[in-house]
Nanobody, 112 residues
Framework: QVQLVESGGGLVQPGGSLRLSCAAS????????MRWFRQAPGKDIEWVAT????????TYAASVKGRFTVSRDTPKNILYLQMNSLKPEDTGLYYC?????RGQGTQVTVSS
C-alpha cells in the first residue's frame, strides 16, 4: 500500500539545521509531486514546500524561502527537506504528502 514515513526531526537550537527524510513506498515515486507540510501546536496545517515530479523548480512558503531546500533521491524513493537557520516559529510536526496519503509526521522543536 501507499506509505510515507518521515524521520529526522528533533530538538535544535535557534540558528541550527536539520534534515528531514520521507521514505516512500507503494507508488511510482518519480511520477508524483511531493509536498512538505507542518503543523504547529494549536495552529492549522501549513504548506512548506513542493517538489514537482517533472523536475520543475521547487516552490516554498514565504516563511521558509531561502532557508529550506526540498530535494528527492528518486532511485531510493526518498524526499528530503534541508532546514537551515531554524527559528522557534519553525517548531511543529512535519509531514510529507503525495496527494494520496500523508505520513505520520516527525517532530521538530527549535528552542534554546
Amino acid at each position: 500500500q501507499v506509505q510515507l514515513v518521515e524521520s529526522g526531526g528533533g530538538l535544535v537550537q535557534p540558528g541550527g539545521s536539520l534534515r528531514l527524510s520521507c521514505a516512500a513506498s507503494g507508488f511510482p515515486f518519480g511520477g508524483f509531486t511531493m509536498r512538505w507540510f507542518r503543523q504547529a501546536p494549536g495552529k492549522d496545517i501549513e504548506w512548506v514546500a513542493t517538489s514537482p515530479y517533472n523536475g520543475a523548480a521547487a516552490t516554498y512558503a514565504a516563511s521558509v524561502k531561502g532557508r529550506f531546500t526540498v530535494s528527492r533521491d528518486t532511485p531510493k524513493n526518498i524526499l528530503y527537506l534541508q532546514m537551515n537557520s531554524l527559528k522557534p516559529e519553525d517548531t511543529g510536526l512535519y509531514y510529507c504528502d503525495n496527494d494520496l496519503t500523508r505520513g505520520q509526521g516527525t517532530q521538530v522543536t527549535v528552542s534554546s
